[in-house]
């Protein structure tokens, strides 16, 4: 007879097994749990139960989380934004952007053709201006200038033309940073189901816009100083008269520049939602994108490059139409290689067209750069187990992106 009588209940036989109950001195069917007991989180720095989200505010230590499907299939996340909350594939990441411009169309297609239409206004007031300073002159068909038309038009170019060139320059470049800005913020909060208004993003973007420039700032000195450098020495290479030498090193020196360019360009991709979405400084954005991409440079180099080529494609079937008109009003090596000057008709042709393309495919870049940015936090992080979990606790206001739990400085 067994020494365990207690394993029944009343009722069973005795000394058999009761109803769901084992022998103690026989291995049951299943190992022994060792967890923690049921409805406690698991501690600190461990992932939780396969299948399940860590509980709201609690969230495991860096690299603690399997990467995307090491243990198989990973159920889909919930799509509050219509965009899938768990790590994206490059169909994902391209219909995702197609997916938040169609869901926001005024806040991202119209903040964009607002912002392109005052460049393209300034861009053809400069051209109109340029145009006007040339006047009738035509130095293709071998005409000279006498001494005071040279002067005449050394002092417009000095006067007018170039600090209207610059002008326009640095408008392109504040309208990049102000559109990067608010299609950040936009698209950012559109994934968690969140519809933005224009005043919003202009309210939610307008204290990042001098992190952005930082940012901006930081990348391009980071590309400078190396063209700076190699630029220095091809000439102190002339001056000796090592022209052989400085061939050379000018070939090979700008090969590596335009690999350096390629691989800093990449590496930064993710600092602009970094510094919308996180809320971090310039530096600190740098060194965020440069983990975030560390170890999958090749593959967000192929979805860049890949959206690249699709929104180059379609910017260019956009244009056929205006280039049509614009070859028929007379401009000049227009779509069909007509010669002749451009006139005032098809310069605003053009500037309409380039405006209508830019307005259509801006929106579709910053998209693929802020999903990249969230596919990167997902697989590396477990972002997408957080917000599943933030979004069982409670509804989700589009902070989350900054107090989630990410690795320390």
């Known amino acids: 007879m067994s020494d365990h009588p207690s394993w029944g209940a009343p009722g069973d036989p005795p000394g058999q097994p009761g109803r769901g109950q084992t022998d103690p001195g026989q291995p049951g069917p299943y190992p022994p749990y060792d967890g923690p007991p049921y409805g406690q989180p698991p501690p600190y720095g461990q992932p939780p139960p396969y299948g399940q989200p860590p509980p709201y505010g609690q969230y495991p230590s860096y690299g603690q989380y399997p990467s995307y499907g090491q243990y ?9 934004g219509g965009i899938p909350l768990r790590p994206m594939g490059v169909g994902d990441i391209l219909a995702g952007a197609l997916t938040s411009i169609r869901r926001n169309p005024v806040a991202t297609l119209g903040l964009s053709a607002i912002l392109l239409t005052i460049y393209g206004v300034a861009s053809t007031a400069l051209w109109l201006v340029v145009r006007h300073v040339t006047g009738n002159l035509d130095l293709s068909s071998g005409q000279t200038l006498t001494p005071a038309q040279s ?10 033309v170039l600090p209207s060139a610059l002008g326009v320059f640095a408008l392109a470049f504040m309208v990049e940073i102000v559109l990067t800005g608010l299609l950040t913020v936009v698209i950012g909060r559109g994934v968690l189901g969140l519809r933005v208004s224009m005043g919003d993003a202009w309210r939610l973007a307008l204290p990042r816009l001098p992190a952005i420039l930082g940012a901006i700032v930081l990348s391009g000195l980071m590309v400078f100083v190396p063209l700076a450098v190699l630029a220095v020495i091809i000439t102190i290479l002339v001056l000796v008269h090592a022209y052989a030498g400085a061939v050379i ?9 335009i690999c350096l360019d390629v691989w800093l360009s990449v590496s930064f991709s993710l600092a602009a939602p970094a510094v919308v979405l996180e809320r971090q400084s310039p530096a600190r954005a740098l060194r965020r994108s440069w983990r975030l991409v560390r170890g999958s440079f090749w593959r967000v180099f192929g979805i860049l490059l890949l ?8 910017s260019f079937a956009l244009q056929i139409p205006f280039s049509v008109g614009e070859a028929v009003a007379g401009g000049a090596g227009g779509m069909f290689g007509l010669a ?3 006139t005032v008709a098809a310069v605003i042709i053009g500037a309409v067209g380039s405006t209508v393309a830019s307005s259509v495919t801006r ?10 940015y969230l596919d990167m936090r997902m697989r590396k992080e477990g972002l997408d187990l957080a917000l599943q979990g933030a979004a069982a606790g409670q509804p989700l206001t589009g902070d989350e992106f900054e107090t989630m739990w990410r690795p320390p400085a």
Not at 151 to 160: M, N, T
Not at 307 to 314: E, Y
Not at 363 to 372: E, R, T
Request: no cysteine; proline share 8%.
């Open 249 to 257: 090193l000018g070939v090979l020196g700008g090969m590596a520049l």
């Open 363 to 372: 929106p579709v870049i910053a998209g693929v750069i802020v999903l990249l």
């Open 307 to 314: 959206a690249g080529l699709i929104v180059s494609a379609a």
């Open 151 to 160: 002067r005449h038009l050394l002092f417009e170019v000095f006067a007018v």
């Open 340 to 342: 002749g000057t451009r």
């Open 72 to 80: 198989g299939y990973r159920a889909p996340g919930p799509q509050p």
